[in-house]
């Protein structure tokens, strides 16, 4: 079985990162199925992707088409943008011809399209080939998502990262075939370890923390809604309410997709930090390309995002690791853990209900451990990513055996 993977972007984000376990998973598990990717960008996905012996081409969007999105627009400015639309029409008939020789040329069974531009794209350039459209985020929370999704869930089955990921795309298509295939990550990179209190302390160029130190952090992208403001007044909290205690903080990421208006930026954060009081105890680590040590220099991993996340790819790394947990209790993120045994949960944007979970870890050394020993376990047993080519490979069967064109 050929499978031609289509991906926008080739910045290493969640979703990005969540493909590379996808193609390493087919070549370990399901050897029968060749892959070749495709993608709109230069970058780090097609380094990593060839390291794993996947045949990778490269067709940059011209810039007018790269320039679109609809992510964090709303209707008025997609139609203020209509003249930009029209003229991008121009360069998408000349890239679709680019895209047609080279599907032509793998001549795949079926296209495998990552994110909205191969969605949208790949219909058009392959209308005869079968598709799975891999669904990471809600459809229903982008202005075009409502209009197209109906569309591309014709001749396709799309495959949620979580049952409410599939709920949202089921209520806007509710004729669509659909699968839940949750994320996986590679068990051997997030793995157990000691704690390392000097790595994250000098990225961040701060002093080592004293040893009876309770270390507290989050890594995310400078989206606005990863919850870095919810997590610096929580802080600020546990700070005035645990006095007897000594804590560091933090904040580990960057701005990945550099979307304007869609992203907090490091100044802001650097002023709220300010502002309450946090500059002693809050240090800012840069974006890491290999997160797995960082989850091993905190004792507390704190997902804070303040609305519903579709995955959370950052719990389940953090629960492989084997650290304590505190996460939303909201969207796919809650499907990931059960409260109070694999991670403690806390209500969206509330810094008062973050706080009071982190100060119960903080006060419990007992309790960090036994969190983050079940969470091993828990991780393990369902987000081992050498499933995903397995179920995949059944998706794929029924798409082909169903003749959904």
């Known amino acids: 079985m050929r499978v031609l993977f289509v991906?926008?972007?080739a910045t290493l984000g969640g979703s990005e990162r969540s493909l590379l376990d996808v193609l390493a998973s087919l070549r370990v598990a399901v050897p029968e199925?060749?892959?070749?990717?495709?993608?709109?960008a230069d970058g780090e996905l097609a380094v990593r992707a060839r390291k794993l012996g996947v045949a990778t081409e490269v067709v940059p969007l011209p810039p007018r088409l790269a320039a679109l999105g609809d992510s964090g627009a709303n209707l008025r400015r997609l139609a203020a943008r209509l003249p930009t639309l029209v003229r991008a029409g121009s360069d998408a008939f000349g890239h679709g011809a680019r895209l047609r020789s080279l599907v032509r040329a793998f001549a795949p069974d079926l296209v495998h399209t990552n994110g909205m531009k191969a969605h949208l794209l790949m219909p058009l350039v392959a209308p005869e080939l079968p598709r799975v459209v891999h669904l990471r985020d809600f459809a229903s929370e982008r202005p075009l998502g409502p209009l197209?999704?109906?569309l591309l869930a014709r001749g396709s089955i799309i495959v949620a990262n979580s049952h409410a990921v599939e709920a949202d795309a089921r209520r806007l298509a509710p004729r669509s075939r659909t699968a839940v295939v949750y994320n996986g990550i590679d068990l051997d990179e997030f793995s157990p370890g000691a704690r390392d209190p000097r790595h994250l302390a000098e990225l961040a160029n701060m002093s080592v923390p004293e040893p009876d130190t309770v270390v507290v952090g989050m890594l995310a992208t400078y989206a606005w809604w990863k919850?870095?403001?919810?997590?610096?007044?929580?802080?600020?909290?546990?700070?005035?309410?645990?006095?007897?205690?000594?804590f560091r903080f933090y904040v580990v990421g960057g701005?990945?997709?550099?979307?304007?208006?869609?992203e907090v930026t490091e100044s802001e954060l650097r002023r709220l930090v300010a502002e309450l009081g946090l500059d002693a105890v809050v240090g800012f680590v840069p974006f890491q390309r290999e997160p797995a040590t960082a989850y091993r220099g905190l004792d507390i991993v704190v997902h804070p995002s303040e609305r519903p996340e579709p995955f959370g790819r950052t719990i389940v790394e953090a629960m492989a690791c084997e650290r304590a947990v505190v996460a939303t209790r909201a969207g796919g993120a809650a499907e990931l853990f059960v409260e109070g045994k694999s991670a403690l949960g806390h209500a969206p944007g509330d810094a008062l209900d973050l706080s009071a979970a982190i100060m119960r870890l903080a006060r419990d050394e007992g309790l960090r451990a036994?969190?983050?020993s079940t969470a091993r376990a828990h991780a393990a047993a369902r987000f081992d990513r050498r499933r995903l080519g397995l179920e995949l490979r059944a998706v794929y069967g029924d798409l082909l055996a169903e003749g959904l064109r």
């Open 7 to 9: 991906n926008p972007g």
């Open 33 to 40: 199925v060749t892959a070749h990717l495709l993608l709109f």
């Open 148 to 150: 197209v999704l109906p």
């Open 227 to 246: 919850g870095h403001r919810t997590f610096l007044r929580a802080a600020a909290r546990v700070l005035a309410e645990a006095p007897e205690r000594r």
């Open 255 to 262: 701005p990945i997709y550099a979307r304007a208006g869609s």
């Open 370 to 372: 036994r969190l983050g």
